[in-house]
């Protein structure tokens, strides 16, 4: 909308359009100043240290002049290692790998999936173990002949035909009988890898 001032000039309002458009931007939750942030961080520091807890504080400015020091990449578990005093100095093999743990859940407690209008789709979904054997299990198949010979070890997907998948850090092995399996591991809700 535009209209005139005291001294004749035209000015220009904000439509409401531009102030809706500004409110889906997201804004922050709280916005904390740098000071504060410094301030609560180096009290926690003391704290710990008063109750007597061997404790390392270090800028991120050290983490990265330590591992670009000793040459190391940027991985988060490698900075890690490079933190403050003690990281200044540190050998890590080159056939050093992190293990990768991921959360993958134990499961879902809906019954059956249903369609866009809410009514099932399919049946009552059945026992969660098959032959002793649940998905998230850690297993070692040793298959003796056929197509799939060979021994696979991961992470086993359960069916209730008793025919199992197996993904290990190469792919997925399909078909996998459970008379070839051995439960190395029950499930826990997390996957293992190594990168």
Not at 5 to 20: C, L
Not at 22 to 44: D, G, K, M, S, Y
Not at 62 to 81: H, L, M, P, S, V
Request: aromatic share 8%; net charge positive.
């Amino acid at each position: 909308m535009n209209h005139e001032n005291e001294q004749g000039e035209k000015m220009i309002e904000d439509s409401e359009e531009s102030e809706g458009a500004e409110a889906l931007l997201p804004q922050p939750l709280i916005e904390f100043p740098l000071p504060l942030v410094n301030a609560t961080r180096n009290e926690t520091a003391r704290r710990v240290q008063a109750i007597g807890l061997p404790t390392t504080f270090a800028t991120g400015g050290r983490t990265k002049f330590n591992r670009t020091q000793q040459g190391y990449k940027k991985e988060q578990w490698i900075d890690a290692a490079c933190l403050g005093e003690s990281g200044a100095s540190i050998y890590i093999p080159e056939s050093t790998k992190p293990l990768i743990i991921k959360a993958m859940g134990r499961g879902s407690r809906q019954m059956c999936r249903v369609d866009k209008y809410g009514f099932p789709r399919t049946k009552a979904k059945g026992s969660k173990q098959v032959k002793g054997f649940q998905t998230g299990d850690i297993v070692k198949a040793i298959v003796p002949a056929g197509k799939r010979q060979g021994t696979y070890t991961g992470r086993v997907a359960v069916r209730s035909r008793g025919s199992f998948n197996i993904a290990n850090g190469t792919g997925t092995i399909t078909d996998i009988s459970y008379k070839h399996c051995k439960k190395i591991q029950s499930t826990d809700g997390y996957g293992y890898s190594l990168s």
